[in-house]
Every structure is written in structure tokens, then in C-alpha cells.
RNA sequence: GGGCAAGUGGUGGAAUGGCAUACACGAUGGACUUAAAAUCCAUUGGCCGCAAGGCUGUGAGGGUUCGACUCCCUCCUUGCCCACCA
């Protein structure tokens, strides 16, 4: 008989509606349980991965509750952002409505899948009463100096017509439609992350149970470099050190000795003025001009030939009073360090090659240990290896590995080499070098040193500003007389305005606006202007997991005693993809509300799941392949318990995991066959006394095994596919002992425990089919008020095991033997069996080892 | 170029130092059926053997160990992340 999914599947979802069972209510009497899933941009369809995502986090969920946490598990939309503007302007719809029917649509397939979340707390982003928290955020952030404007090189997609953040560059495309990405100069709100770069980084450490690949990934987002900042002197046509300085960076401070020339970025700020006057201006120019119309992936293609110009001009080394050339190349990046290198062609290979190209001199400075006095002439290849200090004045003789660390002391106690005009003092013209102050301070830089050691971070300030409709306005104004002033918070939240025209094109619409834009000074009252642009999106996702802990709470950004209650969140469940982008920046944040005393941690989420994709053939399910598999389809045929079955099943939650439209049927027959237990077997009536006979014994051995390995299986390390196949198993071994006994009374006990235990483990994955046939062996009330069922550790006790018995670490037999048996008597009942004999005789034996419980391997010689 | 994963039957996968391939899909054979579907039963890594049993087998090669899918070294392959990062 086949199970009603249908009838059952409705019935119960109504019933939890009804009876408020994921209903999450603040109380101290439990231990709290926060399990959260990433929420979805409101597309209006769950996809697969959704419902992979989804269901096992509703695993754990219920899992959770059934074992007596008080759970929450909330649900919201990620509502603001492109799509729905895009949707709009091609349906010329109102992007709040569009989104809102998405909203409306996705809620009834979650609901339809039978997740337990808690919808009084469903949030969404893009209503007021959420965003005007965003803006209450940004302001605390501009009022501390963490949110600021900036005219800079920033990263501009011509098909979003928007700018887009470091972190949504991926391959040099944009992240969504993936387009080449272009370098604009434009003036933009940045959040200050890099402040926080040494705490994302330390902090880390904290993070045990999240995947050891995201955190090597935020890692190198962060990329921390410890080096030398050393600082070289420009010198004057006359080829005398003048008081103006280039500085580099590096991490092999140890080759400092042989740098023969200095390479610029051909965006460095400093060339222009270098190359005044030179016969090699024009040149230079032209070559700067060429490289700026490259985009960057061409020009940091590994395989690109490195291309440059010399400049004319020349640059002292600090350390030797060495005037080597300045040259200008397309393989130094602007973006990274101080826009400038010192060359050591001998020591590392870019600069060894471009050398070679140039004929640029070199020197070596390091001799490689295992091949010694090695000679310019002798170069294929650069030496990046380790070795001994050569050519390097007082370092001589020293191995690299003390003398990074002494040369970096070195440079930063001592005054530069100079031959020329006395220790020049800081100007101003000088600290216009650094392009970004979170490359080190010139200001502060002392001259009366060659280097100081310096970290240098890849990570770079978020860009948050976006010239687009659909997202939470800044809250700033500008005035003519004031600047850049905030609004006033009374005034929160500033509406985005309705009925927008929305082209896609042509800048931010709501420089449109004129009722939007203009408005009156909050300090001098005259007449002022808003900022047009609005905040990333993933500016509103990077908090809303604090919001979810009070999501009606009016009076601030969220209730602080139902935070640090809830807080933080136990169990987070989401896709890879958001190793980097959403969790650094809600690490971010949370920090950032550490340090406004609001929360007391910093680390947003304790453990992290990153479930793998869904593919078909191999392949990620997508529209233009034409290979999606829609999950309504799959819920009208088997149900939502086989569907949630099979993707737990299917594979472990953190692989890919390949769609088999044949291998489900393999779930909605496990689950007809469970309901068929109930069926066929006469469940009610009297229980029959218990029997020790040896088949109820195996069979209630069996049954408390599958309880700890189910339990064992979701709480450690989320080896949901196993748990079902430990589940499998018992329902394979209750068919065994009722086809054997035919309904024979005497193993009632054990066969009806084994089928209640199986509804219970199974209550998790198959919730709706598990209250029914709960309801049916004559339970009131929800199965998921009942408490997760605990093994006996006396019905796993085990009399007899089946020892190994080996030769020579060969299987030669298995022996059923008592638990107890002594050492000496197990040796040699193993030593007696025939098959055990054949192997032995004849042969010495050289030494028995014995595993307790386990095997006794016989080595013989 | 650097980093991190992973590589097991026809397929998804299990086993984290102790019986390799649990559980499932597929396949083959059988029962039931007029027939099919559904269901149930049996078999299912390869080779040798009537059988008992044996040999072989977890990407390749080496090592540690009484014993290695598991630990170590070298290499190959695939996936992901970062990348002219100084």
C-alpha cells in the first residue's frame, strides 16, 4: 500500500500552523538553540539548492528540539537588489510589489516543504521597518569614522551601471552577470574593514567548527604581508639624492643589496613629475596611456610578457648609496603595497625576467646552500629559495633565516646612507605618495631611517555605495556650507522613494527625484541635497541574523537582552559561495557592535556548514542549460518527505551531490515500506510479555545501536546521509524478524519498540509521514514534543563477538566468542580453528597479537 | 605560481589503524500476475575453483606497522580558492 502523502503532508502542516509548535519563545528555563540558514534573495522559486540548504538545516532543527533545546529558526528575505530592479524595468512593475509576490511565493513552497521555522519572525529587507536600521548602522559607522567618501579607482560593472565592492570581483567580472569589470575614478562610500583586518584575521582562530577551507579562504582575503617599507631617494637631474621619497614595499627585506633598479606602477602618482623634462617623457606617457586602456585581467595574466619603460630618472638605495634606474612596468599593481618595488632580478623571478628582457644588471645576494657560488652568468631562473647572506655589507656569512629579521631591525634604527643635502625634513608634496592611507602614514614616517617593517594588507575598504534604485538610501545630506552632513536619526528612516523611473541606465534614478533629493540642511537649514546612491545589499544581510532575535523590536536595531540570549547563532547552514563576501562582512559587523557595547562576542556564528551544490549530470542546474529540476514537480509525485529524504540521503551535506531522477525512488519506497509497518503489523492491543528469546534480544540490540549511531551521526559531524542508512538498516531488520515470526507474539515487544524508535529517528527527515503514523500507533499531540529517544546501554551490551582471525595479518576465519574471554583461551581456540591450523602448521609462530573485542592476528615465520 | 580539498564496485556513497565496498541506485535471475506495474526473494569488485577455499583489489610508486582506504614521503589527476601580492 502506498502512503497517503498528499492528505498527511497538509494535515500536519495546517496543524503546526495551528498549534504554534516552531514558535521560538524567549525563556531561560531551556538551553537555547540558534540554527540558522542563510536567506534567500525572493526570486519567487526554490530551486534545488534552496531545498538542499533548507532541509538540512530543518534536520538539525527539529533534531534540536526533539532533544530539548529551545530552538529558534527563522526565516526571512534578502529582498533588495538587482534582480527585482532588473525584473521591474523588463515588466515595467513596481520593484516593491515584484518583490513582495516573490515573498508571498516562496513563503507557500516553504511552507510546503514543512520546514519548522517560526514565520512571526520572518523579516524582510527591503520594508522600512528593516532597512531604517541600515541607516541607523551607517550612521553609527560615519559618526566613528568607519564610513567615509573617497574619490578612487573603483571597480565599475557597465552592464549593472554600478560599482561593485573587491569582494564582488570574481575572475575580473562582476559577480552577477559577469562582465568585465572596469577600473572608474569615482567618488564613493566606503565602510572601513580594513580597521578590523588584524581581528578578522586573529579571531579566526576562534572559528573550530567552521570548514578549514573558508577560513583559509578569508585568510587569504585578508592576506597579511610582514615587511620592510623601504624608503629609496629620488634623485635630481644632476643625479644628487633630493629630499623627495619613493618608498616599497617587500617582504625579502633580506635582498635589499641587490636591488639594481625600482619599478612603478604606471598609475604611481610620483611619474609624471619624475619624467618632467626627460628626454624619455614622451615615451613614458605613451606607454602609461597604453596600459591604461588594458583591463585588468589582461594585464595580470600570468602568461602576459611583462612590458616597461625606463623613466630617466634614478633612485639612491637607502642602504648602500647606490643610484639605480627608476622604471616604469605594467607587472607592478597600483592596488597593492606602495604602487612601487625595488628589483632584485637574482632573487625573484618576475623581476628576473623582466631584467633579462631589459638587460638590466644584477647581483646575487644569496647563495643557495646545496649549490654554492653560483654566478650571474649561471642564471636560468631566479633563486627565491633560502641562503647565505653574499655581497650584503655586515650581513655577509649570515643565513637568511636570522638576517630577514636583523636587516629589518637594521633599517629601521639607522639613518640612511646619504651623500648629499642633510636629512631632508617630511614635506608635503612627499606624503602625496601614498595613495591610501591604510598603506602606511607618511606623515608619521620617520626620515631619519632607510625602512620600517610594516604589514600591508590584500584586503581593501568595502565599497558600499551603488548607483541603483533598489536598495536602503544613505542617510546623508549635503550642504553648501556644512559638507557632508548625517541625518539626523529622529528623521530614520529616510523612504525610498515610490513610483521611480527606472531605466537601468544613466546613473543612480534617484538623482531623478527631485522631491527625493532636496531638502533642508539638519544643521544650518538652508537648502541641501541627499546622497542619490543606496547601500550594497550585502550591507542589509550582514546584521539581520541579530534582527531575526527581536524582529519586531521598535525601539532600536534589535532588543539587547533577547540578543544575548539567542545569540550567537549555534548551528549557520549556506553555500560556499558566501565564504568570503556575506561571512566577512556579518564578522564585520558583529565586531563592530562589540565595540559599540551593544553585544557581548564578536564572532557572529559558532559553527558553519557549507552544504555542496546540486548538479545534474555534473553539471550546476541552470535555466540556460535547460537541466532544472523543479521541486514542485518531485513534491507532486512522491511527497515532500521523499524529496527531503533523498537530499539527505543522496550524499554527505558538504559534497556536491549529483540528481538522480531514479535513485529518489529508492527513498519513496524506504518510506512506503516504514508506513507499511504500521499497516501490516496489528500495532494496539496488549503488549505480550517480553521474551529473552535470542531474536528479541538482536532485534532491541539492534534498535538501541541505531539510536546512538543516528544520534552520534546528526550532533557530531553531520553525517546525515548515514544516519538514514542506519535507519534503513533497522527497518530491514524489523521486516527480517516479522517475516520470520509471521506475527508471532514473541518478539511483540521488540519488533513494537523497533518501530517506534524508527518513527522517532526518522521524525527529523520525514516530519510529516513520522506525526502520522505517531498519531496512529495511539499518541496525542506532536511528535516533536516528545523527547529524542536514548539507547540502553545495556541492550547494546554485547555476550558473543565476531573476532577476526588472522595470519600474517590475512583474514583466515571469524569466530563468534564470548565478550570475557581470557587472552590465553581466545589464542587458542583461534589456534584450533581448522582453517587458522592449515595456515599455521608446519611454521613457527613468531608472536600473537591480540586486540581486545576485536581480532587476534597469528604471525608465523 | 601559492594554498586547501578529494581520488574506493556499473552509479551515489560507507569504513579515520583491525572482515574494504554498509545503505541505496542500477543490473541479472526467480516468486506473484493472463500480462504489466507495484511488491517480495536471491545474486551482484575482478580472477581461479564443482566446492571448501585461494589469489587479487581503495589514482601510481615507496615507507612506517603484526596489520594501511585510513598515518608518512614522492608523483599523477580532478575540483575549489587566491594570484605579476613584491
Redesign the pocket.
Known amino acids: 500500500m502506498?502512503y497517503p502523502f498528499q492528505k498527511i503532508e497538509k494535515k500536519w502542516q495546517a496543524y503546526w500552523q495551528k498549534n504554534r509548535i516552531n514558535q521560538a519563545v524567549f525563556s531561560k528555563d531551556k538551553p537555547k538553540y540558534y540554527l540558522l540558514e542563510m536567506f534567500p534573495y525572493p526570486s519567487g522559486k526554490l530551486h534545488m539548492g534552496h531545498v538542499r540548504n533548507y532541509t538540512i538545516g530543518d534536520v538539525l532543527a527539529r533534531f534540536k528540539k526533539m532533544q530539548g533545546y529551545n530552538v529558534l529558526h527563522p526565516m526571512g528575505y534578502d529582498a533588495f537588489g538587482q534582480p527585482a530592479e532588473n525584473a521591474a524595468i523588463k515588466n515595467k512593475a513596481d520593484p516593491a510589489k515584484w518583490t513582495k509576490q516573490c515573498i508571498d511565493w516562496m513563503r507557500e513552497e516553504m511552507q510546503q516543504m514543512g520546514f519548522s521555522y517560526d514565520w512571526d519572525r520572518e523579516v524582510a529587507t527591503y520594508l522600512p521597518e528593516y532597512y531604517k536600521w541600515n541607516q541607523w548602522i551607517f550612521l553609527k559607522m560615519f559618526e566613528k569614522g568607519l564610513a567615509y567618501k573617497k574619490e578612487s579607482l573603483v571597480n565599475w560593472c557597465s552592464s549593472c551601471q554600478t560599482t561593485l565592492a573587491?569582494e564582488e570581483v570574481?575572475?575580473g567580472g562582476c559577480w552577477r552577470c559577469h562582465t568585465k569589470v572596469e577600473q572608474k575614478d569615482l567618488e564613493q562610500w566606503f565602510l572601513k574593514i580594513t580597521d578590523f583586518a588584524q581581528r578578522l584575521l586573529d579571531d579566526l582562530k576562534f572559528l573550530k567548527n567552521w570548514p578549514?577551507?573558508v577560513i583559509?579562504?578569508q585568510e587569504?582575503?585578508i592576506?597579511k604581508?610582514i615587511?620592510v617599507e623601504i624608503y629609496f631617494r629620488l634623485c635630481d637631474k644632476g643625479g644628487r639624492p633630493t629630499d623627495k621619497i619613493i618608498p616599497?614595499?617587500?617582504?625579502?627585506q633580506d635582498t635589499i643589496f641587490g636591488a639594481t633598479y625600482i619599478?612603478l606602477?604606471p598609475e604611481h602618482p610620483l611619474i609624471k613629475e619624475i619624467i618632467k623634462g626627460l628626454p624619455q617623457e614622451n615615451k613614458v606617457l605613451e606607454f602609461i596611456e597604453k596600459v591604461s586602456k588594458e583591463t585588468?585581467t589582461i594585464?595580470?595574466?600570468?602568461d602576459?610578457?611583462?612590458?616597461g619603460v625606463f623613466s630617466g630618472a634614478y633612485a639612491v638605495n637607502p642602504v648602500n648609496n647606490e643610484k639605480i634606474p627608476i622604471w616604469v612596468a605594467?607587472?607592478?599593481?597600483?592596488?597593492?603595497?606602495?604602487?612601487?618595488?625595488?628589483a632584485?632580478p637574482t632573487h625573484?623571478q618576475?623581476d628576473f625576467?623582466f631584467a633579462k628582457e631589459h638587460n638590466l644588471p644584477m647581483r646575487i645576494v644569496i647563495q643557495n646552500p646545496d649549490e654554492p657560488n653560483l654566478k650571474v652568468e649561471d642564471l636560468t631562473c631566479a633563486y627565491e629559495g633560502e641562503g647565505n647572506q653574499v655581497n650584503s655589507s655586515q650581513f655577509n656569512g649570515m643565513h637568511t633565516s636570522q638576517s630577514k629579521e636583523k636587516i629589518a631591525d637594521w633599517m629601521s634604527a639607522n639613518p640612511p646612507k646619504w651623500i648629499g643635502p642633510a636629512s631632508p625634513k617630511a614635506s608635503a608634496e612627499a606624503s602625496e605618495i601614498s595613495h591610501d592611507k591604510s598603506h602606511g602614514d607618511l606623515s608619521e614616517r620617520r626620515r631619519e631611517i632607510m625602512g620600517k617593517k610594516t604589514t600591508?594588507w590584500?584586503l581593501r575598504d568595502w565599497l558600499i555605495s551603488r548607483q541603483r534604485y533598489w536598495g536602503t538610501p544613505i542617510p546623508i545630506i549635503y550642504c553648501d556650507k556644512c559638507g557632508i552632513v548625517a541625518a539626523p536619526e529622529e528623521d530614520l528612516p529616510v523612504l525610498l522613494p515610490q513610483k521611480v523611473a527606472i531605466t537601468g541606465k544613466g546613473g543612480s534614478p534617484l538623482s531623478k527625484v527631485e522631491k527625493f533629493i532636496n531638502c533642508k540642511c539638519p544643521k544650518c537649514k538652508s537648502n541641501a541635497r541627499r546622497e542619490t546612491d543606496t547601500m550594497a545589499t550585502f550591507f542589509d544581510s550582514s546584521w539581520y541574523f541579530l534582527r531575526f532575535c527581536s524582529p519586531k523590536y521598535a525601539k532600536g536595531v534589535f532588543d539587547k537582552e533577547e540578543v544575548s540570549y539567542w545569540m550567537p547563532v549555534d548551528q549557520y547552514v549556506g553555500g560556499?559561495?558566501h565564504?568570503?563576501l556575506h561571512l566577512l562582512y556579518s564578522r564585520f559587523f558583529t565586531k563592530f557592535f562589540n565595540d559599540l557595547g551593544l553585544l557581548g562576542f564578536s564572532e557572529p556564528f559558532i559553527r558553519l556548514l557549507t552544504q555542496g551544490m546540486v548538479l545534474k549530470e555534473g553539471e550546476v542546474m541552470s535555466k540556460s542549460k535547460g537541466n532544472v529540476v523543479d521541486p514542485d514537480i518531485i513534491i507532486k509525485k512522491y511527497g515532500t518527505d521523499t524529496l527531503r529524504l533523498y537530499i539527505i540521503?543522496?550524499?554527505?551535506p558538504e559534497?556536491?551531490?549529483?540528481w538522480?531522477e531514479?535513485?529518489i525512488?529508492?527513498?519513496?519506497?524506504?518510506l512506503?515500506?516504514v508506513w507499511?509497518l504500521i499497516e501490516n503489523y496489528e500495532f494496539k492491543g496488549n503488549d505480550s510479555s517480553s521474551s529473552e528469546d535470542k531474536e528479541s534480544k538482536d532485534l532491541r540490540q539492534k534498535t538501541h545501536l541505531t539510536i546512538k549511531n543516528v544520534t552520534d551521526d546528526l550532533a557530531k559531524d553531520f553525517?546525515l546521509?548515514?544516519a538514514?542508512?542506519?535507519i534503513?538498516?533497522l527497518?530491514?531488520a524489523i521486516?527480517?524478524v516479522l517475516?520470520k515470526n509471521n506475527n508471532n507474539k514473541s518478539s511483540d515487544l521488540a519488533v513494537k519498540e523497533a518501530i517506534k524508535t524508527v518513527i522517532l529517528l526518522l521524525a527529523p527527515f520525514a516530519p510529516h509521514l513520522s506525526e502520522e503514523m505517531w498519531q496512529r500507533i495511539g499518541n496525542k499531540g506532536s511528535i516533536f514534543k516528545e523527547s529524542w529517544p536514548k539507547f540502553d546501554s545495556n541492550a547494546i551490551k554485547q555476550d558473543t563477538i565476531?573476532f577476526?582471525i588472522?595470519v600474517?595479518?590475512?583474514?583466515?576465519?571469524?569466530m563468534e566468542l564470548p565478550v570475557d574471554i581470557d587472552e590465553e583461551k581466545l589464542k587458542a581456540t583461534a589456534l584450533a580453528e581448522s582453517?587458522v591450523e592449515?595456515?599455521v602448521k608446519d611454521k613457527t609462530i613468531k608472536?600473537v597479537?591480540i586486540?581486545p573485542k576485536?581480532?587476534v592476528?597469528i604471525?608465523v615465520g
Not at 304 to 307: A, M, P, Q, S
Not at 649 to 652: G, L, S, V
Not at 665 to 670: A, H, L, M, V
Not at 808 to 814: C, D, E, I, L
Open positions: 502506498k573587491n570574481i575572475d578549514s577551507r583559509t579562504m587569504n582575503w592576506g604581508s615587511g616599497v614595499f617587500t617582504t625579502r619599478v606602477a585588468k594585464r595580470t595574466a600570468a602576459v610578457k611583462k612590458e605594467d607587472y607592478v599593481l597600483m592596488e597593492y603595497g606602495t604602487g612601487a618595488i625595488m632584485v625573484d618576475r625576467l600591508h590584500r560556499i559561495e565564504a568570503i540521503f543522496a550524499a554527505p559534497d556536491q551531490m549529483d538522480n531514479r535513485a525512488e529508492g527513498s519513496w519506497r524506504f512506503n515500506r507499511n553525517h546521509n548515514t538514514i542508512s542506519s534503513m538498516e527497518v530491514n521486516y527480517v517475516s565476531t577476526i588472522q600474517n595479518g590475512k583474514v583466515r576465519a571469524t582453517n592449515k595456515w608472536k597479537i586486540v576485536k581480532l592476528n604471525v
